[in-house]
């Protein structure tokens, strides 16, 4: 009947509306991945210096002790 087909056209919109919001949602998740493992990379280059600078420190300590 008419009314199962309006339904049916009304259901199919509603699911092509859905598939577009994951595609857009989709489509943003690569760069933000990126983001994150580039901030997480230059977190680790930052906790590497601060490890030799507080290694330096040490050393000045215990020489300075002897």
Do not use: F, H, M, W
């Not at 009314?3 to 092509?16: K, S, T, W």
């Not at 590497?48 to 600078?53: G, I, T």
Request: a negative charge; charged letters at 40%.
């Amino acid at each position: 009947t008419v009314e199962e087909r309006l339904r049916a056209l009304y259901d199919l919109q509603l699911i092509d509306s859905r598939i577009d919001e994951i595609r857009n949602v989709r489509g943003e998740l690569p760069l933000e991945v990126r983001d994150l493992e580039d901030e997480v990379a230059g977190l680790n280059i930052r906790l590497e210096k601060l490890v030799a600078s507080l290694e330096v420190i040490d050393n000045d300590i215990t020489s300075k002790k002897n």
